[in-house]
């Protein structure tokens, strides 16, 4: 999860070794300009890649689709959005390919991340991912690239994005219940990635219903979103319980995974998200009433939602200053920071077009200004961990471990 080791300084390298007489190889060409300087070599950046590094192509991409959908225009925002949504694109597609790459090269080391109680947890992160860029797609990339281009590559990321993510949902849990060595000390925010991902299908899945074809076809993407909706919703509910729980009885714990307590408002923003999109599109598909209660439905479930999500970000960010305070070394769990409180920035969003009140739409700004702040402090320091080479060596045994 996190990288702690501090790797050896080229110096190091070069220095004879006195137990075997031998001198280490000297530093790579790149390491020479400071490039991947803490590799022994450029293509091991290829052998540790986990599945949480999707978490910052989700980051990115919320900025970018949450500008999109914030309630106050700025000027010089809608370009800006389309300038990170091409980012988080380049950056799927990038990372893509080096995971493939990473199960060619190092099929062990990547079949182990299933049997890792906490790593398997973020087999949920690529499904994300692509739905996330997906999104953006639809409502920043029509711009670029056409509407027809960008619902048809929306099409495609989403339908992958949703079969891997209802794998995910399934598929981890059971080797929670089977093979991982879980103990009362062992919820962490996480848990929460697998069973995200079909909320995040339920609400980039609203913005396909008037694009897919009238009649049954578009009925039936209504009914699977919901279903996708209560699916997520009611595991979210088990795993935050879980969470509570577990800190109430033993507390917070290493300060590696503290940021993962920001993932809990993932499922309540993309939650409120998904509830008021597919009410905003259920009259595509379904006549009045049924339409006119799923409408209501989004604000009467948002509205709560949005007051049980200002509490937990209350909590969360007291225990995040807490630790910083005492110390917080970085790692790919920061990312933990962007996407969740990105979906509570489209939440809002939503509840302020569907109520008309002046309290969501200056919070939305407000949660808005929050993520771009955190992103930029997030990306910067990925960024530099990631020229230097840091973020690819393995991460420490006591980084793996049982989060508590």
Not at 197 to 220: E, K, N, Y
Not at 246 to 258: I, N, P, S
């Given at each position: 999860?996190?990288?702690?080791?501090?790797?050896?300084?080229?110096?190091?390298?070069?220095?004879?070794?006195?137990?075997?007489?031998?001198?280490?190889?000297?530093?790579?060409?790149?390491?020479?300009?400071?490039?991947?300087?803490?590799?022994?070599?450029?293509?091991?950046?290829?052998?540790?890649?986990?599945?949480?590094?999707?978490?910052?192509?989700?980051?990115?991409?919320?900025?970018?689709?949450?500008?999109?959908s914030l309630p106050e225009q700025f000027l010089g925002?809608?370009?800006?959005?389309?300038?990170?949504?091409?980012?988080?694109?380049?950056?799927?597609?990038?990372?893509?390919?080096?995971?493939?790459?990473?199960?060619?090269?190092?099929?062990?080391?990547?079949?182990?991340?299933?049997?890792?109680?906490?790593?398997?947890?973020?087999?949920?992160?690529?499904?994300?991912?692509?739905?996330?860029?997906?999104?953006?797609?639809?409502?920043?990339?029509?711009?670029?690239?056409?509407?027809?281009?960008?619902?048809?590559?929306?099409?495609?990321?989403?339908?992958?994005?949703?079969?891997?993510?209802?794998?995910?949902?399934?598929?981890?849990?059971?080797?929670?219940?089977?093979?991982?060595?879980?103990?009362?000390?062992?919820?962490?925010?996480?848990?929460?990635?697998?069973?995200?991902?079909?909320?995040?299908?339920?609400?980039?899945?609203?913005?396909?219903?008037?694009?897919?074809?009238?009649?049954?076809?578009?009925?039936?993407?209504?009914?699977?979103?919901?279903?996708?909706?209560?699916?997520?919703?009611?595991?979210?509910?088990?795993?935050?319980?879980?969470?509570?729980?577990?800190?109430?009885?033993?507390?917070?714990?290493?300060?590696?995974?503290?940021?993962?307590?920001?993932?809990?408002?993932?499922?309540?923003?993309?939650?409120?998200?998904?509830?008021?999109?597919?009410?905003?599109?259920?009259?595509?598909?379904?006549?009045?009433?049924?339409?006119?209660?799923?409408?209501?439905?989004?604000?009467?479930?948002?509205?709560?939602?949005?007051?049980?999500?200002?509490?937990?970000?209350?909590?969360?960010?007291?225990?995040?200053?807490?630790?910083?305070?005492?110390?917080?070394?970085?790692?790919?769990?920061?990312?933990?920071?962007?996407?969740?409180?990105?979906?509570?920035?489209?939440?809002?969003?939503?509840?302020?077009?569907?109520?008309?009140?002046?309290?969501?739409?200056?919070?939305?700004?407000?949660?808005?200004?929050?993520?771009?702040?955190?992103?930029?402090?997030?990306?910067?320091?990925?960024?530099?961990?990631?020229?230097?080479?840091?973020?690819?060596?393995?991460?420490?045994p006591s980084a793996i471990a049982e989060p508590a």
């Amino acid at each position: 999860m996190s990288i702690t080791e501090a790797p050896q300084s080229n110096l190091a390298r070069l220095t004879p070794n006195s137990v075997t007489g031998t001198t280490p190889v000297a530093p790579h060409r790149l390491a020479r300009i400071g490039v991947l300087s803490e590799l022994e070599h450029p293509s091991h950046l290829f052998a540790n890649l986990t599945p949480n590094w999707f978490a910052s192509i989700m980051g990115t991409g919320i900025v970018a689709v949450a500008a999109a959908s914030l309630p106050e225009q700025f000027l010089g925002l809608h370009t800006f959005a389309i300038v990170v949504w091409a980012a988080a694109a380049l950056l799927l597609i990038a990372l893509t390919a080096a995971t493939a790459v990473h199960w060619v090269r190092h099929t062990d080391t990547a079949r182990s991340h299933a049997n890792n109680p906490v790593m398997a947890h973020f087999y949920g992160a690529p499904p994300m991912a692509m739905m996330t860029v997906g999104a953006g797609t639809i409502l920043l990339g029509k711009d670029v690239l056409g509407l027809r281009a960008a619902v048809d590559l929306d099409w495609v990321l989403w339908t992958a994005g949703t079969v891997t993510g209802l794998a995910a949902a399934a598929i981890v849990p059971y080797l929670m219940f089977t093979r991982h060595t879980i103990t009362a000390s062992s919820a962490f925010g996480g848990w929460l990635m697998p069973v995200v991902p079909p909320m995040v299908s339920a609400s980039t899945g609203a913005l396909l219903i008037p694009h897919a074809a009238a009649g049954q076809a578009r009925l039936t993407l209504l009914m699977v979103c919901y279903a996708m909706f209560g699916l997520s919703l009611l595991a979210s509910l088990i795993v935050i319980t879980l969470i509570w729980y577990r800190l109430a009885v033993h507390k917070t714990g290493d300060a590696r995974m503290v940021p993962t307590l920001w993932i809990v408002l993932g499922p309540l923003g993309q939650s409120i998200t998904a509830a008021n999109l597919l009410g905003g599109v259920a009259h595509e598909a379904l006549p009045a009433p049924y339409s006119t209660a799923l409408q209501a439905f989004g604000v009467v479930y948002g509205v709560p939602v949005f007051g049980f999500a200002l509490l937990w970000a209350g909590v969360a960010g007291a225990i995040t200053i807490r630790t910083v305070r005492e110390g917080l070394p970085f790692s790919l769990t920061w990312w933990s920071f962007t996407f969740p409180v990105g979906t509570c920035v489209t939440g809002t969003s939503a509840l302020a077009l569907h109520t008309g009140a002046d309290l969501f739409r200056y919070a939305a700004v407000l949660f808005y200004a929050g993520l771009v702040a955190a992103w930029i402090t997030v990306a910067a320091r990925t960024a530099h961990g990631s020229v230097r080479g840091r973020l690819f060596l393995p991460a420490a045994p006591s980084a793996i471990a049982e989060p508590a």
